[in-house]
Every structure is written in structure tokens, then in C-alpha cells.
């Protein structure tokens, strides 16, 4: 694996090949980078600076990108479809933007899918 981190200090550094990399999660101006290896690295770029860099990386919310490769299941509401979510290999299930629902569900089509029952509730 080409893993390079450098200590803490000022200035320091952290390398490491997009292909080890299971998804990322954003924090306003910073990223939390979650490792095939299990670490969490925070960096101080975007999802937009890295979504740039990585077009083989999928954005599927305003607060996450994923590697397509580490996706492992959709999980889609039914009837109406409003709703989804996908499995990443290290069992973390995170969120799919409504309006970005078509679409990742033709990137990752793939997947298998999973069928959620979706059950509307009226206020009486």
C-alpha cells in the first residue's frame, strides 16, 4: 500500500492512492478521508476539490463522495422511491441525496438493491 503520513506539525502532509480510499465526508471546509485500512485522516480541502481530482469517485450528497468500488448495496424505498441509501465494504450506510437518486442508481447499477418498505403516515 503507498501510504505516506507525516507527523503533525506545521506544514505536514498525508499521501495516499484514491484507490484505498472508501469514501469521504465533509465538514464545511474539511474532509474526513475513511481508509480501506480502517484509519480517518481530516484534511482541509473540500468534497469539491476532490471531486475535481477524482472523477471516478461518485457524489451522492452534498456531504459525501464514495469509490465506487468499496459500494457494495443500494437500499432504495418503495413504492415511491424518495429515499436511499448505500452500503460501503466497511458496513458504513450513508444517505443519497433525493435529487441525485436517478442518477446513482445508474452509476451503481451494478449493485444489488435492497428494498425498504416505505410506509406514509397521516396525521389524524
Known amino acids: 500500500m503507498n501510504l505516506k503520513a507525516h507527523p503533525a506539525t506545521k506544514g505536514a502532509q498525508f499521501r495516499t ?11 464545511v471546509n474539511y474532509c474526513h478521508i475513511h481508509l480501506a485500512n480502517g484509519q480517518m485522516v481530516l484534511m482541509s480541502h473540500t468534497l469539491k476539490w476532490y471531486e475535481e481530482r477524482w472523477p471516478g469517485f461518485i457524489r ?3 456531504q ?7 459500494a457494495r448495496s443500494l ?9 436511499g441509501y448505500v452500503s460501503m465494504a466497511d458496513q458504513t450506510v450513508l444517505p443519497i441525496a433525493r435529487r441525485r437518486l436517478a442518477l446513482i442508481q445508474e452509476d451503481l447499477a451494478h ?3 435492497q ?6 403516515t397521516t396525521n389524524r
Open 17 to 27: 492512492c484514491p484507490s484505498q480510499i472508501l469514501y469521504l465526508t465533509g465538514d
Open 115 to 120: 428494498k425498504l418498505a416505505y410506509r406514509l
Open 75 to 83: 437500499h432504495l424505498s418503495i413504492p415511491f422511491s424518495r429515499h
Open 64 to 70: 459525501a463522495l464514495i469509490n465506487p468500488t468499496y
Open 111 to 113: 449493485l444489488p438493491v
Open 60 to 62: 451522492i450528497h452534498k
